[in-house]
């Protein structure tokens, strides 16, 4: 059986790649508006995260994994250090400003048939060709799932919000029981479809 990570909470107005304006509007936080689309305003995110997350990007939680307002995870230094000793693969750790939390990247992306992933597409670009939502999926059986049990995962269709693209997590039960046993505060596990 497969399992799609939950965080439980959400930073409320707690953007990665956005930052209130003088004017209280949510904007493109500076370092990154040289790759925002000058139609739809999305950037690369990708692209964004190899610059290094923004220095005035800071989580303050009690939990050792949260959702930003654009819905990328951030997970405690506890979270990576207990996640290396099991030796999990499949995740990459950018770690934040602050260092005690960092934003989770994935290091295997399943192939994915768009046709049977479930995605509801909306919106798309004329300049960039994103989508201004992509929603739903991906489902379990438009993926190719790893051969290992002990790898995170995540489609190589990212889903996509009004503000950014975003990736959805998928482990074995045999890493939800692991992971399960480690306690961490603010995750859960939805049965993938």
């Not at 939950?6 to 790649?17: A, I, K, M, Q, T």
């Not at 060709?129 to 049990?149: N, V």
Request: charged share 25%; hydrophobic share 40%.
């Amino acid at each position: 059986m497969i399992y799609m990570i939950e965080p439980d909470d959400e930073l409320s107005d707690n953007w990665v790649f956005f930052e209130d304006d003088p004017n209280g509007l949510l904007v493109v936080r500076e370092e990154y508006r040289d790759l925002a689309c000058q139609c739809c305003g999305k950037i690369d995110e990708n692209v964004a995260i190899s610059r290094g997350p923004s220095p005035n990007f800071i989580v303050q939680a009690n939990s050792d994994i949260i959702a930003t307002s654009e819905g990328w995870i951030c997970v405690s230094a506890r979270f990576c250090e207990q996640i290396n000793k099991l030796e999990f693969g499949g995740l990459r750790f950018v770690s934040l400003a602050d260092s005690n939390f960092s934003i989770v990247m994935p290091d295997l992306l399943v192939e994915t048939d768009e046709s049977k992933a479930g995605f509801e597409n909306h919106n798309q670009c004329a300049s960039c060709g994103r989508f201004g939502e992509r929603i739903i999926g991906p489902f379990i059986e438009g993926m190719r799932l790893p051969t290992s049990d002990f790898t995170f995962f995540a489609s190589s269709i990212a889903n996509e919000n009004v503000k950014v693209s975003y990736y959805r997590f998928f482990v074995s039960e045999l890493m939800v029981e692991a992971i399960r046993r480690l306690e961490f505060a603010g995750i859960d596990f939805a049965e993938a479809m």
